[in-house]
């Protein structure tokens, strides 16, 4: 297993990290998630444009993780370029363009690159080095930001979680897609610490498998009991009874409350609504999108053909099959029990909107 090697301690908090950024050298790392569970492996990048290709062929994935790693590629435009006012602007602007087209689902990344832009027009006028610090040290507060909300709202759903509960969740909302620690396995994380015995059920998530590979690996890290299904298992033990609370992240909150999140979540959903079990959802406000009234204007990324039809080298579906594969789907307000922010809860079910959440 390769060890995180850094200069400093992780932002994460963890003795692993989806992304950090090396100052001395100049480099985001990336904790490559296409080959865990089996490898860990730490990726290197040291320009823009490649953060962007690393984001789009999912070495990174989960809507924070996202936002942090374009917040550290901007940083990494701020090292490269050594122009003046004009030429870092402009190539901020091209970088921030390639990095927001690389995954359209999740908001944090067009809200990160927004807030990182924001900030390269102030500092602008700064030496080459000042900028680099400034536009660092906004990337950090990004990182840093994004690892208390999950501390937060993990305390806040884990209120809400049974004793002796047995927890379904879908994909992966843990540390690997977040800062650290988590927005769904931050609420499992935390009722753990709080002295709850759970169990988890972790949904294998077709086609890529974020929740037999990576949530199940994050989870035994740190000793708490869990299973792996397969998707179309989880009504049979929603039927016989096992299920008890089923929290899941979100790549996108609509005004509504409606609940972007990976493909496979609504199945979910109406089956927790079947047999009357709460269906929460933690998420950072962050991936709240105001500007978007419903869930029915949310883009749905459309991922390519092969991951559905190939699993590594083995070939599932012959050649000259078609497949589809949107990469999410969206959970109506109606059928969600309950969303965790690090501003609070609202319940959606209820008519409660996430506007509600803006600081007073």
Known sequence: MQMLELSHAPLSEASYSAVEFEPETGEVVMLDQRLLPTRVVYNRYKKPDEVAVAIRDLVVRGAPAIGISAAYALVLQAWIEKGDQRAFLLANGVAARILG?????AVNLGWAIARMSK??????GFSPPERFEAMLREAEAIHREDVQACKAMGRLGAEHVPQDATIVTHCNAGALATGGYGTALGVIRAATEAGKKIKVLADETRPYLQGARLTAWELYQDNIDVEVITDNMAAYFFQKGEIDFCVVGSDRIAANGDVANKIGTYNLAVLAKEHHVPFTVAAPFSTVDLSTPNGA???IEQRPRDEVAKIGTTVL?????GCRHPAFDVTPARLVTAIYTERGMIQPCKGETPAMLRPQ
């Open 119 to 124: 900030q390269a027009a102030s500092v602008a």
């Open 101 to 105: 087209a690389a995954r359209p689902t």
């Open 297 to 299: 204007m949310i883009p």
């Open 317 to 321: 579906v012959a050649d000259g099959i």
